[in-house]
């Protein structure tokens, strides 16, 4: 009797050195407020990681989105690099867009060349030359029928650098003769833009077709 219970004795305190030296290892390794804390950690570690290595990358100027009918963009940097070319020709839905802009019925034809130098003394500011060469649909004001007109100018225009500031801005703005466009504040001109606001100076906004005439036969 003395044995057994001794033997009790003994197997009941190696159970309590059992729980006293494993379990609370073993609750801290399986419990749901450890597993919690150890997925936290490594959510945080990972989001740490995506933020470091984007910061990391190099960051340019955002890219511009306009939302013109003819969007021809260029850069500041580009322009003052001194640049010539052809810009190039109208899409279908540029076509569309440009009609209802302009009123009139179409524009089969459009090219527009330019080139660009700096401005000797006026460092924030970009020259910008050009031709339009184009064809425009209207109904004639007289008769309704529709004709066909076409078109040749040229164009002379000064970007200036919004950002930079100083006193080019002031300077120009005292000189009737000059065109002056401005850059936005990313260093972005939209030049078809500016070929579209002087095609539009060209279209009669009340044509007459060849051989009409307002005239009323006499009595």
Do not use: H
């Not at 609750?27 to 290595?53: H, N, V």
């Not at 440009?98 to 009123?103: A, E, G, M, Q, V």
């Amino acid at each position: 009797m003395v044995l057994r219970y001794a033997q009790g004795a003994l197997l009941g305190l190696l159970f309590s050195c059992y729980v006293i030296a494993f379990a609370p290892t073993r609750i801290a390794r399986t419990s749901p407020l450890a597993r919690f804390a150890k997925g936290r950690g490594q959510k945080e570690r990972s989001q740490a990681k995506e933020a470091a290595a984007g910061s990391n990358k190099k960051k340019g100027p955002p890219v511009q989105e306009f939302t013109n009918e003819y969007s021809r963009v260029s850069t500041l940097q580009q322009l003052r690099g001194g640049r010539t070319m052809t810009l190039s020709s109208l899409r279908p839905e540029e076509v569309e867009a440009l009609c209802s802009r302009f009123k009139v019925l179409d524009i089969p034809y459009l090219e527009v060349t330019f080139s660009s130098s700096s401005m000797p003394g006026l460092k924030d500011c970009v020259k910008v030359e050009g031709s339009i060469n184009a064809m425009v649909v209207q109904n004639c004001a007289v008769t309704g029928e529709a004709f066909p007109t076409s078109i040749s100018t040229t164009f002379e225009s000064v970007v200036l650098d919004s950002s930079a500031g100083g006193q080019a801005g002031a300077f120009l703005s005292e000189e009737d003769f000059w065109d002056v466009e401005e850059a936005d504040e990313n260093g972005y001109i939209d030049i078809g833009e500016i070929a579209a606001q002087y095609l539009s100076l060209e279209i009669n906004p009340y044509p007459t077709a060849p051989g009409a005439s307002l005239d009323f036969p006499q009595a």
